[in-house]
């Protein structure tokens, strides 16, 4: 079985440019969360996505969205970029949300913003 | 104030010998899940082993054991046998029910070394 694929693997933008990241989660999962890794630091909660509905949201501005399709794929939208935002972007996938539901992440996208 | 705290910023290990990774943990919920992850150069994390606040037993998968000791709010990962393909930043993370069991409070990590 295919793990969570996420796309594109690095991209390079202008300060000021938005950003679109995709993920597709592994088949039969429903909840898809997405994460920021700066270098030399562990990642940092964005967004989680539940059937569709957000269900969490991280200290983020709201320069940063997402949205779930009915098919459980995800849009990361980062508007208005800013030099802070090169980062390893990471979205992870469960099947539910029981306590003891791992999560599986992707390769994550990286990010560099000039 | 940080919830997850990783002391070791790295560490080297021989090949064939144990090591402990370090973890504490704050949180003032009685339900709370604990993870750990491995993540090599390549940036994807990789789930290790779990364990959940009530389980009375200290969670196992394979080479990896978690430590788990409560009234310390302690999570230490311990890796017997070690191998080369071990090297890898590893953070522990914390899943909090309030937060529907969604978002993963990580640590800064630990860079671990293993030397032939």
């Known amino acids: 079985d295919a793990g969570v694929t996420q796309s594109p693997t690095h991209l390079i933008k202008t300060r000021g440019q938005h950003v679109t990241l995709r993920c597709s989660p592994i088949s039969g999962h429903k909840s898809v969360s997405w994460y920021q890794q700066v270098l030399g630091q562990g990642p940092q909660f964005i967004f989680q996505y539940y059937e569709k509905e957000e269900r969490g949201r991280g200290n983020f501005p709201d320069r940063f969205s997402a949205r779930q399709f009915p098919n459980y794929s995800s849009e990361l939208n980062v508007n208005a970029l800013l030099l802070g935002d090169s980062a390893l972007y990471l979205c992870?996938?469960?099947?539910?949300?029981?306590?003891?539901?791992?999560?599986?992440f992707g390769p994550g996208t990286r990010l560099t913003v000039l | 104030a940080q919830k997850i705290t990783q002391t070791q910023p790295g560490m080297f290990v021989q090949e064939k010998e144990a090591v402990t990774l370090d973890c504490t943990y704050d949180t003032s919920d009685q339900s709370y899940g604990l993870f750990w992850y491995k993540q090599p150069s390549s940036g994807e994390m990789i789930f290790l082993i779990y364990?959940?606040?009530?389980?009375?037993q200290n969670a196992t998968e394979g080479r990896y054991s978690l430590n788990f000791q409560k009234a310390r709010k302690s999570a230490n990962l311990v890796i017997s046998a070690s191998q080369l393909g071990d090297s890898a930043m590893y953070f522990c993370a914390m899943r909090e029910a309030p937060d529907s069991w969604g978002k993963l409070q990580f640590g800064a990590g630990t860079q671990v070394v293993v030397t032939p």
């Open positions: 992870a996938s469960r099947t539910g949300l029981a306590a003891y539901n791992e999560q599986f």
């Open positions: 364990q959940g606040s009530y389980d009375e």
